[in-house]
């Protein structure tokens, strides 16, 4: 009896360390009711779920960085060069990761933060949202107020960029379409404006090199022109003598060097102050961001996804649960029985025993 009890235990565990596929499938299929309850239960918790979550609207838009004139920029930046003076580049330079990075910069989603969306359509009209009252947060501290607002935008934004054609797509997902729309708007409004004042900034630092340098430069051609006038009333007959020639010669190069220098940081300066004052488009609006017409469904589709995923692993688990309880309990079923067989064996033993023994106490007192 022992040695079948071990035996039976043993391959008990040796066919519950094999597990394969078709055993899992063997199981599943088995209790299938399990598995169809579980999915089912987590199926309606996620469809509960789905409806009470708020309908979302997405709106999108595109733009191409405009490279713009930058003619007057890169004369200056090269006369800089030549002078051992280092200018920042233009907005030409300015790669498709920059405005992508651009667009979720802490200052451009601080400034919406602080001032809200203007523009949002609404039954009285176009308003203004503060992003405060509606994330539910205006009693917050102001710090605070701001990040938190920031991080929530930060979320709601989507940047791609297309390296091929040179474009830029914003998205903006919220539960009103008007307020997707204007938060995009207000994106391109921002990225613009950022790009118009860095550039007018750049163009005032430029001028005001351009026109500190066109001083120094016109004050060294009149040096010049002095040197080849006192020359000239000194040597009035120089043509038979080679050093006058010559020397001569020098100064006239000197004079033509001077005025053509002066001349290219002339007309740098004027373009550098036209540059100041520029305040035409610096990116090209390609997809105009409109209120959409539809729903996005992605969030309760995520969500009907997840609580089918999350019913189908909570169904294995109860069904294998289930199984290693049973299993077990068989395994304790099978020890108890061996148990009372063995003291059943032990009570029998106890017995002959007992009967082996009383023969010999009625000899002893047959013989007294």
Do not use: C
């Amino acid at each position: 009896m022992d040695m079948e009890g071990t035996e039976m235990r043993q391959d008990w565990a040796m066919s519950g360390a094999q597990i394969s596929v078709l055993g899992i499938v063997s199981v599943v299929v088995r209790r299938r009711k399990l598995m169809i309850v579980s999915v089912f239960v987590s199926l309606l918790i996620a469809l509960f779920g789905a409806l009470r979550t708020e309908i979302r609207y997405t709106a999108s838009g595109s733009f191409q960085p405009h490279e713009g004139d930058q003619q007057g920029s890169s004369q200056i930046s090269s006369l800089a060069q030549q002078f051992g003076v280092s200018m920042p580049t233009g907005g030409a330079q300015r790669s498709l990761f920059f405005y992508s990075a651009l667009l979720e910069s802490r200052e451009i989603l601080g400034e919406i933060a602080r001032f809200g969306v203007p523009g949002v359509v609404g039954p009285s009209g176009a308003t203004t949202v503060d992003l405060a009252e509606y994330f539910e947060i205006e009693d917050w501290p102001e710090a605070e107020r701001v990040t938190r607002i920031r991080t929530n935008l930060s979320a709601m934004i989507s940047v791609s960029t297309s390296r091929d054609i040179g474009v830029i797509e914003v998205s903006a997902r919220s539960v009103s379409a008007e307020l997707s729309a204007a938060i995009v708007r207000r994106l391109f409004e921002l990225i613009s404006e950022f790009d118009q004042e860095t550039r007018q900034s750049q163009a005032a630092a430029e001028g005001k090199f351009a026109q500190d340098r066109l001083r120094q430069l016109t004050e060294e051609l009149s040096i010049s022109e002095q040197s080849l006038n006192l020359f000239l009333n000194e040597n009035r007959q120089f043509a038979n003598s080679p050093q006058l020639v010559f020397e001569h010669d020098r100064l006239e190069r000197q004079v033509d060097m001077r005025q053509q220098l002066v001349t290219s940081m002339a007309q740098a300066f004027e373009q550098a102050r036209i540059d100041e004052v520029r305040n035409t488009p610096v990116i090209t609006i390609i997809n105009q961001p409109e209120p959409p017409a539809l729903r996005d469904p992605r969030g309760r589709v995520r969500l009907m996804v997840l609580g089918l995923v999350l019913g189908v692993i909570v169904g294995l688990v109860l069904i294998y649960a289930r199984e290693l309880f049973e299993r077990r309990q068989i395994g304790y079923s099978e020890e108890f029985g061996e148990l009372k067989r063995n003291l059943r064996d032990v009570k029998q033993d106890l017995l002959g025993l007992r009967s082996s023994t009383s023969p010999t106490s009625s000899s002893l007192d047959s013989n007294k």
